[in-house]
């Protein structure tokens, strides 16, 4: 398509230039460049789809960056990235060395925060509002939140904390009736079902039954009805709080939109205004399945199917550890009519769509509140279910508190089911998950588990339900290295097990790393350096007897994980050496640097830090070579 508007749009300054009139024409160009764009690399597209018109508004009546706006998550800030100058970059957006799917403050002075989680924005803007008020300055500040980002408890705490302050502020409700799966829990319904108010329904009926005779006036009541409903309901428990309560209107009105926002932005109080979205809103495929959509690979923009790449089909059919998870719970919970389920917001990213059609009685889905999960499931615990709590690792860590004063000092048996742990790829920062080993293996009796395939996980989430305190699985997103897979062996908690014997080193592996490592084994072999592989299984407790053992057998140790190097496994294993007194130990952990890794592809993350096959044969090569004994062994 060729563009007639977006090419000259750099800038804010540069859409102002644009009749207010001609909007839609605007708006129609950022959508279907958004589609074009994304159907190449894939994206957050959904989300994005639905805030055109708003995120048109706000540049456009905003003196941004002056003015200061906050997003509640950034998957819906893609069109604000191409008006603040980022348009052609969108290209590269969650690639390697390109632009974040988040915004960033490092990337561009437009972003106010990186916001990869739900509920942090009502906060954050009430921060800026008070700080100006102390600066005695005069910038607007704007907070967008989705419907969604009302099912956590921080923005519940924000918005009660800005509503008695009155701060000038305004907060915009994107009301789209879905976060990333279908919404749920009270202020949802109380938000998206409004009609059903008794008072408005006893009112209506009333107008009915007086006017049943005169059917024009009595369309013309309830078409008025329909308004006054608005009045009634939706801006009462924002009232309560302290708010100005404007709304709903229509969000995909951009015209209406500027003229509302200028209106409401220019008042000097906290206000809110309630915007009704539809997710997808102009690709039909996304209309249609607002889940599948929301974020996506590249696809065929003509039928909305995923489009394979040939490093894909190698892995078309295998098993992710998402899909060995659904299928372990499901055949679990047949067994066990106590084994229940949680999970915030993310039933289909967990693997929790099948065990919901199927236990719809023993499925919980909280919304976007892990806290809540957490707590929620040691009190089901307490009331003798076995709760799995299924959630990202990334996300788990909102929950630090209530893991450990309403589970663990609690003495309470949760079972946590960590997906995406390790490196997730192309949302970045945000959601890798390589911090759960530190924030979990501080606390008392917790067990830290990590299979290696899906036999291993089976086994480990059966040992979970049944064990008498915290106990959590991590594993990585994607398939199942096919190279590991195996039948199912028995194995107790903290039980190891060798994979590979040899003579000039030992690689402790932990989960995601053991394919990797084991494939690190034959590379070296190839030089003649003969590496024992172990499969430890377990970060927390460790099996000791047999890292002692093999140590004692080699005359160097590595450890192996998918994790940062502070508080990881490896420091676990220099622990269990200090206890066990054993000194003179060469020992080098491999794991990712302590720092915040950045987007891209996965294999190009590990490979970059070390963990590829490659670069750990080459670390062990280098270690072993720096000792004067290998040196004059391999000389002779």
Request: charge should be neutral; aromatic fraction near 8%.
């Amino acid at each position: 398509m060729s563009y007639s508007y977006i090419p000259h749009i750099d800038s804010p300054d540069d859409l102002k230039k644009v009749p207010l009139k001609e909007l839609p024409l605007v708006c129609h160009e950022y959508r279907t460049y958004l589609i074009e764009t994304i159907s190449k690399i894939g994206g957050h597209l959904g989300a994005s789809l639905g805030a055109v018109e708003l995120n048109v508004a706000l540049h456009y009546v905003l003196d941004t960056p002056k003015d200061k706006i906050c997003w509640d998550v950034g998957h819906q800030a893609y069109i604000h990235k191409m008006i603040t100058g980022r348009r052609d970059q969108m290209r590269s957006v969650r690639q390697a060395d390109g632009i974040s799917g988040f915004p960033s403050p490092f990337e561009s002075v437009y972003d106010q925060f990186i916001v990869g989680h739900a509920c942090t924005a009502i906060s954050q803007g009430l921060g800026l509002a008070v700080a100006r008020d102390l600066k005695k300055t005069d910038e607007r500040v704007v907070v967008v939140v989705g419907d969604g980002g009302l099912t956590g408890g921080l923005a519940y705490e924000a918005l009660n904390n800005a509503g008695h302050l009155g701060k000038r502020m305004l907060i915009i409700l994107n009301d789209n009736e879905m976060s990333i799966s279908r919404n749920v829990g009270a202020i949802s319904k109380y938000l998206n079902k409004v009609i059903t108010n008794p008072l408005y329904n006893r009112v209506r009926d009333e107008v009915e039954k007086k006017l049943a005779h005169f059917r024009r006036i009595r369309r013309l009541a309830v078409y008025l009805m329909e308004g006054l409903k608005h009045l009634l309901v939706p801006g009462i428990i924002f009232e309560e709080l302290g708010f100005r309560y404007f709304g709903p209107v229509d969000g995909h009105d951009v015209v209406g939109l500027c003229q509302m926002i200028r209106k409401v932005g220019n008042l000097h109080e906290a206000c809110i205004l309630h915007v009704v979205t539809q997710k997808g809103k102009g690709y039909e495929f996304a209309e249609k399945d607002v889940e599948r959509l929301h974020g996506v690979t590249p696809f065929n923009i003509a039928t909305g199917e995923k489009t394979i790449s040939p490093q894909e089909v190698k892995t078309t059919g295998e098993v992710t550890f998402t899909q060995a998870f659904s299928k372990a719970i499901c055949e679990l919970a047949r067994e066990d009519e106590r084994v229940v389920a949680i999970t915030a917001a993310m039933p289909s990213g967990t693997g929790l769509t099948q065990f919901a059609k199927e236990f719809p009685d023993r499925f919980f889905d909280v919304g976007i509140a892990e806290q809540h999960a957490v707590t929620f499931a040691g009190a089901l615990a307490k009331g003798g279910m076995k709760p799995v709590c299924a959630i990202y690792s990334t996300f788990l860590q909102r929950s630090q508190d209530q893991l450990i004063h309403d589970v663990a000092l609690q003495r309470l048996h949760v079972t946590l089911c960590l997906d995406r742990a390790g490196l997730v790829g192309a949302d970045g920062a945000t959601h890798h998950g390589v911090f759960d080993i530190s924030y979990l293996g501080h606390i008392p009796h917790t067990v830290i588990a990590a299979p290696k395939d899906d036999a291993e996980l089976f086994h480990m989430l059966k040992l979970g339900i049944n064990y008498p305190y915290l106990f959590a699985i991590r594993y990585p997103r994607g398939f199942i290295d096919s190279s590991v897979k195996g039948p199912i062996k028995l194995f107790e908690i903290g039980e190891g097990e060798v994979l590979r014997e040899g003579t000039d080193a030992v690689i402790f592996a932990l989960g995601s790393m053991v394919g990797v490592s084991l494939q690190a084994a034959d590379r070296l072999a190839l030089d003649g350096i003969h590496a024992a592989v172990c499969n430890v299984r377990f970060a927390q407790p460790l099996d000791e007897t047999l890292i002692v053992d093999m140590i004692r057998k080699t005359r160097a140790a590595f450890t192996v994980e998918e994790h940062v190097l502070t508080g990881g496994f490896g420091s676990k294993v220099l622990e269990c050496l200090e206890r066990r007194g054993v000194e003179d130990v060469r020992l080098k952990r491999i794991a990712l640097p302590n720092e915040f890794v950045e987007h891209g592809s996965r294999d190009k993350l590990l490979d970059q830090f070390g963990l590829s096959p490659e670069k750990i044969a080459l670390t062990v090569r280098s270690s072993l070579k720096s000792e004067p004994s290998f040196q004059r062994e391999t000389l002779s």
